[in-house]
């Protein structure tokens, strides 16, 4: 079956495929050859299948003033209007039969005309390296490490680099263009790349061969009509080519070949601009380029950095086009705010202005916009006048940072809500191997003797002796104070026994997953906003800052500085290593989201700044007093009213509203 992707009329065989209510399209072309990009079988199953009398051609949605022939059309034509009906006026069952039959027929031969329409898509490269035998590639292979690794030129033969070439520009892209290689094409690709990093780094005679045999075979395949698997790897593997390779001694970084080739750079640019393109090999060919402008863009001349720089600009411009996520669309266009930051100068406030209006947009997803706000933290001079309102610049950062927390609470909220089957644990194994009972005992008796209050006091110090010091076992800490501190330091009693002795603090117990995750986000937005602000992560003005507080006015800097006082206390609650448990860790995102409403101006309602939004759960945990280290249980016997806040700690805490 021959497909063709150019302009064609309808066919009798089209028209019939269309009678018979089978649909098979191409949706768009190839770069190359001009073949279908997708060939899609739409199967129409009309009500003929379901009801009686009813011709088949009234069931599709297409029709032709035609007559086709051929045997789709005369399964179409079995239950037209003239078909001859039986004495009772309805269509035999031996004739609904045979329709249904000839259809599924038909069905079968579309989707294996379909299955061979979609192999034509892509080619696979015609090379004498198909009838190399498997012992013949593994000579042509080692040759290619004879080339990377020999340190002698007269080892350089003509039959060492004739044999290099085979193997890199010809059994390495017949390879890995066909689909059943897919599993050795990242191990031949390493390979090479290994091979071509270790001659660069010794400083190998062969290293340069090595590298125009690599070349050549990768952009080969890099803009061939081949599968995009191997395309986009062979775009990879050309953007990761250094002109000079990595400096460890002196750090210099390495150049990459992107940067210096003008034709390398050249194919790079067009795949990325072409959007016929899949999208994988247009992400490759952008990574490729963010490469090049990150190590290179010191060696670049004008010419490419102008149309490298307009490229990214209309990137950031852009809105995502049809068929790519918008989320996916934003990771594409950080790699253009990082290019862009590369290739700008100090004087250049054009770039600082584009990013303070993405990272203001509400349309925009968190992905760009907060990525936009943590690169204003390399800036100083470029945001020279480009601020206009610091205080709605912080306001927009401060209600995402707002909606995040938000969104964490109706996650882990509707987490508990939904899972509603216990999950039961296995059964011991001790059980199924007979393990005595006693023994058991013993064992997990032995286990609880040697510690105080979950094992807060070091087995050294023994129970004989906390009695004889006088320690009182049920208040933990009421211990003579005239030997109470020989024996810690001798018995070697931790620090965990309390927050009230010695003024130390409980060891953090480990966190729950959902506790780890929901904190590491929250944080990591918190950070980049922060790093817009004053060029630090930390919620501190650094000695050199940098971001929008480094080109703000007098009146800018003060309400910068009172917004970074502001954000501390919330960074500080949010990384309490003390919230061990996903009830606590609720509360104190619902201080900090009443908190975060607050900077972004964000009306509450007088039931979101109680928290009455959060699933309490009754009852309370101990509340620290001001000279006990545990005082009575605040929620024990009280309503779910009073014993909400019962499991806040007062001191050295959570921040109290």
């Not at 031969?109 to 379909?114: A, D, G, K, Q, V």
């Not at 290593?577 to 009306?603: C, F, H, I, N, T």
Request: glycine share 10%; proline share 6%.
């Amino acid at each position: 079956m021959k497909v063709s992707g150019g302009p064609r009329e309808a066919s009798p065989n089209a028209q019939m495929l269309s009678h018979s209510g089978f649909s098979l399209t191409g949706d768009g072309e190839s770069v190359n050859n001009k073949t279908p990009r997708n060939i899609r079988v739409s199967i129409l199953f009309g009500r003929a299948l379901l009801t009686e009398g009813v011709p088949l051609r009234h069931a599709t949605t297409t029709s032709s003033s035609s007559n086709p022939t051929g045997p789709i059309a005369a399964a179409a034509h079995l239950n037209s209007a003239h078909s001859v009906p039986d004495a009772g006026g309805q269509v035999s069952n031996h004739q609904r039969a045979k329709r249904i039959w000839i259809l599924c027929v038909v069905m079968v031969l579309c989707w294996l005309f379909s299955g061979i329409a979609s192999a034509q898509q892509y080619e696979v490269i015609d090379s004498p390296a198909a009838k190399l035998t498997p012992e013949q590639i593994d000579g042509y292979e080692r040759a290619a490490k004879t080339l990377a690794t020999t340190r002698k030129k007269e080892q350089l033969t003509g039959e060492v680099l004739k044999g290099a070439t085979i193997y890199v520009e010809h059994v390495v892209p017949y390879q890995i263009v066909r689909k059943e290689n897919l599993n050795k094409m990242g191990p031949m690709l390493a390979s090479l790349e290994k091979s071509l990093t270790n001659a660069q780094r010794i400083n190998n005679p062969g290293k340069t061969e090595l590298l125009k045999r690599i070349y050549k075979g990768m952009i080969k395949v890099a803009t061939g009509n081949h599968i995009p698997a191997a395309r986009i790897n062979a775009i990879l593997v050309l953007g990761r080519l250094d002109s000079t390779p990595y400096d460890g001694a002196t750090g210099r970084p390495p150049l990459p070949l992107a940067a210096v080739v003008a034709p390398l750079f050249d194919t790079l640019v067009g795949l990325y601009e072409n959007e016929e393109e899949v999208d994988g090999v247009r992400a490759a060919a952008l990574q490729a380029l963010h490469r090049a402008a990150m190590y290179g863009f010191s060696s670049m001349k004008d010419e490419p950095k102008a149309r490298l720089t307009q490229l990214m600009t209309d990137l950031l411009d852009a809105p995502a086009p049809e068929g790519r996520a918008p989320k996916a669309h934003a990771y594409l266009q950080r790699s253009a705010v990082d290019i862009l930051h590369y290739l700008s100068t100090p004087d250049d406030t054009s770039l600082g202005k584009q990013l303070i209006s993405i990272s203001t947009d509400e349309e925009k997803p968190d992905l760009i916009a907060l990525y936009s706000a943590a690169q204003l933290g390399d800036m100083t001079k470029q945001l020279n006048g480009q601020v206009a309102d610091t205080d709605g610049v912080l306001k927009s950062w401060s209600r995402r940072a707002f909606e995040t927390v938000e969104s964490e609470l109706k996650r882990l909220q509707a987490r508990d809500r939904n899972t509603t089957m216990t999950v039961k644990q296995p059964p011991n194994p001790e059980t199924f191997l007979g393990v005595k009972e006693e023994k058991k005992k013993k064992k997990d008796k032995s286990r609880t003797t040697g510690g105080m209050m979950g094992g807060g006091m070091d087995m050294g110090m023994g129970m004989d002796s906390m009695m004889e010091s006088g320690m009182d076992m049920d208040m933990g800490m009421d211990m003579d104070m005239g030997m109470g501190s020989d024996m810690m330091m001798e018995g070697g009693m931790g620090m965990g026994m309390g927050m009230g002795m010695m003024g130390g603090m409980p060891a953090a117990k480990p966190q729950p997953p959902e506790v780890s995750l929901s904190r590491r986000r929250i944080t990591h937005v918190l950070q980049q906003i922060m790093q817009g602000a004053v060029g630090s992560a930390e919620a501190e003005v650094p000695k050199n800052p940098r971001g929008l507080i480094a080109a703000a006015s007098d009146e800018d800097k003060k309400v910068l500085t009172s917004w970074v006082d502001d954000i501390r206390p919330i960074a500080e609650a949010i990384n309490d290593d003390q919230l061990d448990d996903k009830k606590k860790w609720l509360e104190s995102l619902e201080e900090q989201r009443v908190a975060l409403a607050k900077l972004a101006g964000v009306e509450l309602s007088d039931e979101d700044e109680d928290g009455e939004g959060i699933d309490r759960m009754p009852g309370g945990l101990p509340v620290m007093g001001d000279g006990l280290p545990f005082g009575p249980p605040a929620g024990a016997g009280l309503p779910n009213e009073a014993a909400a806040d019962a499991g806040l700690p007062v001191g050295g805490g959570l921040p109290v509203n």
